[in-house]
């Protein structure tokens, strides 16, 4: 069955190997590589180091036989990661979902790459199966790049398809490999809930993703309803206390409020995954929500409850709230239960930041980090 779906899924056991030695016979990937670790040098020196980063790779995977070995030498990678670009990690909500189910983990999106290497961390802490990663093949614009995801339990979400009749085909495929992987191969799946980034820190849901979910569904056996309680979904909420792309995100939304539109650069994908990962983050949580019931009968209601989900469970950072205050005036007073105490980031350092963008940049910036409150006391309005 799995072959069926060979085209977009992650690598198998028995293919790694082959991938490993591609991967490090791609004078490309290989570039990126020593460029990471050396800098300028590498780019002077591309010859010299190519041999050096093919060996310390081949090392680094040596005892390498399978995904699962993969996925130690990635958490190795984590661990360091972590340890450099961020203040501390936590998670909450994992201890209220049973360990032998597989959930379509739904998550919020403000990182490319992250997002689910957070996810797939908290799980990995709790001894968790990790998850099958859903990526778009507009970030796939290199081999290397496709090899190096599907190693990491990434499948692919076609996007690039010009024809209708093709975009369907391949939506209902993608459909099909979720539900194959979650109830044949009892494998957990992250998704985000939007298409691309929530780049002004507002997370919402497109219904669209959610229809998507539903092709798989057999129309005759089962409603609307028992179909999305089937597939386990659970909300994610991924807070960071800091935005490593947040100058970048606030130059983008800037251009298209005073121009209408934004051109993409032609690998500027590539430099934010770069720049997410390597960036300060500060301190980064994951909570994990509750599972849809079977009371959801339309895509909108899913989107709707995962928003709320997602909301009620965002972890806000002291930087969340200096910015709601640069914005709305110091005095502005906030619910107590708003508050997140502990942070990394000072009040003047925070400023300091924003600062150094420019100066009509600064309240896209600012609502990247002030939008999290918002939705929240927004979402306390419709409670009442």
Not at 5 to 34: G, K, N, W
Not at 227 to 253: F, R
Not at 273 to 302: C, E, W, Y
Request: some cysteine; hydrophobic content about 40%.
């Amino acid at each position: 069955m799995s072959d069926l779906f060979a085209e977009i899924r992650p690598y198998r056991d028995d293919e790694l190997t082959a991938v490993v030695q591609r991967l490090l016979h791609s004078r490309e990937f290989l570039d990126v590589i020593a460029r990471w670790r050396f800098g300028a040098l590498a780019r002077l020196l591309p010859w010299l180091l190519r041999p050096v980063v093919r060996g310390f790779l081949a090392w680094e995977m040596r005892n390498v036989t399978d995904v699962r070995s993969m996925q130690m030498v990635i958490k190795a990678y984590m661990d360091r990661m972590i340890g450099r670009s961020s203040s501390g990690f936590t998670s909450s909500g994992l201890d209220a979902l049973p360990a032998n189910k597989a959930f379509l983990y739904m998550s919020n999106h403000r990182d490319i790459t992250m997002d689910p290497a957070f996810t797939n961390y908290a799980l990995y802490r709790e001894d968790r199966e990790t998850v099958r990663i859903a990526i778009g093949d507009n970030l796939l614009t290199k081999p290397w790049v496709a090899d190096l995801m599907r190693l990491n339990k990434s499948f692919i979400v076609k996007r690039s398809l010009s024809s209708p009749r093709q975009f369907l085909a391949a939506t209902k495929t993608l459909s099909a490999y979720i539900k194959y992987s979650l109830l044949e191969e009892r494998a957990p799946i992250w998704i985000a809930q939007r298409e691309g980034r929530a780049k002004d820190g507002r997370d919402l849901t497109e219904p669209a993703i959610v229809k998507m979910l539903a092709m798989s569904r057999n129309k005759g056996e089962q409603s609307f309803a028992e179909h999305i309680a089937g597939l386990g979904i659970v909300p994610v909420a991924i807070s960071y206390e800091l935005d490593p792309c947040d100058a970048l995100k606030a130059a983008e939304l800037y251009q298209r409020a005073t121009q209408g539109s934004y051109e993409k650069g032609e690998q500027e994908d590539i430099a934010s995954i770069g720049q997410g990962i390597a960036g300060n983050k500060g301190r980064v949580h994951v909570s994990f929500g509750t599972p849809l019931g079977d009371d959801m009968d339309t895509p909108a209601a899913v989107a709707e409850e995962v928003d709320r989900q997602v909301i009620a469970l965002y972890c806000l950072h002291p930087t969340n709230v200096y910015a709601y205050r640069m914005l709305h005036g110091d005095d502005v007073v906030l619910p107590d239960e708003l508050y997140l105490e502990d942070g990394d980031c000072s009040a003047a350092d925070f400023a300091a930041r924003i600062d150094a963008m420019p100066e009509q940049h600064r309240p896209y910036a600012l609502a990247i980090y002030a939008n999290a409150i918002t939705s929240k006391l927004d979402l306390v309005g419709r409670s009442c």
